[in-house]
């Protein structure tokens, strides 16, 4: 079965504090490759994907993740983080066909000391 | 709607008793996923709609649970004889997923938190 690790629960950083978060995953085929952020009290949002093209994949608020293959990894960086990065990241995994489900991380806790 | 809504936010039940939990896509979207998010655990998938055909149901984790998808549309998770490990935050997500093309990103709404007493 598939699965997605998260290697830290929580990450305390201060601002301006460089930032990479990491993601493993155990299937072997074509996946699609998702990081989802929670804000404190608000919805999962998607932060960023990849499918297919260059592993090197920009999302919203200046974070971007590198998936390495040969490492079935896909951690999540950003050079300089802000107070409002405070939040919940979890990683996600579906195989590499067009429908079904996402399977998780256990998500790892990000806060940021003003 | 202008996001995925569900409802009730909070539902606290006496241990067994049986809960309906309701969820609205957004309008459009043919696929519904159902999660559930305990405390630690991230997010664990229940259940999967998509168009007319017949619901994923590989991650439902007894068969005290069921779902059912109204019309393409509203969805209902229902947990019968609820037990306190049913305790957790029940996700709803829908996607535009048509079978072709790239994988479409899936929203997510707010959730009804569940606590079984």
């Known amino acids: 079965a598939q699965s997605v690790s998260q290697h830290n629960h929580h990450v305390i950083l201060s601002e301006a504090a460089s930032l990479e978060l990491g993601c493993n995953y155990s299937?072997?085929?074509?996946?699609?490759l998702f990081w989802y952020v929670q804000y404190p009290g608000q919805h999962l949002q998607l932060l960023l994907k990849y499918f297919s093209g260059d592993p090197l994949v920009k999302g919203i608020k200046g974070f971007e993740a590198e998936f390495i293959k040969s490492k079935f990894s896909f951690n999540l960086r950003k050079p300089s983080v802000q107070w409002s990065d405070t939040a919940e990241y979890f990683c996600?995994?579906?195989?590499?066909?067009?429908?079904?489900?996402?399977?998780f991380g256990k998500g790892t806790k990000l806060s940021v000391k003003p | 709607g202008a996001g995925v809504s569900q409802s009730p936010s909070n539902k606290v039940t006496e241990k067994g008793k049986d809960v309906e939990l309701r969820c609205d896509p957004i309008?459009?979207?043919?696929?519904l996923y159902w999660y559930r998010q305990s405390l630690g655990q991230g997010l664990e998938f229940l259940i999967y709609?998509?168009?007319?055909?017949?619901?994923?149901k590989s991650g439902l984790p007894s068969d005290r649970f069921s779902a059912e998808r109204t019309g393409g549309s509203v969805s209902t998770l229902t947990i019968q004889r609820t037990q306190q490990e049913d305790s957790a935050v029940y996700l709803c997500?829908?996607?535009?997923?048509?079978?072709?093309?790239?994988?479409?990103?899936?929203?997510f709404g707010p959730g009804t938190r569940l606590t079984v007493l």
């Open positions: 709609f998509q168009g007319n055909s017949a619901p994923d």
């Open positions: 309008s459009g979207h043919t696929a």
């Open positions: 997500a829908s996607s535009s997923q048509t079978g072709l093309g790239p994988y479409n990103e899936q929203f």
């Open positions: 299937y072997g085929g074509t996946v699609n």
């Open positions: 996600a995994v579906n195989h590499g066909g067009s429908q079904g489900n996402l399977i």
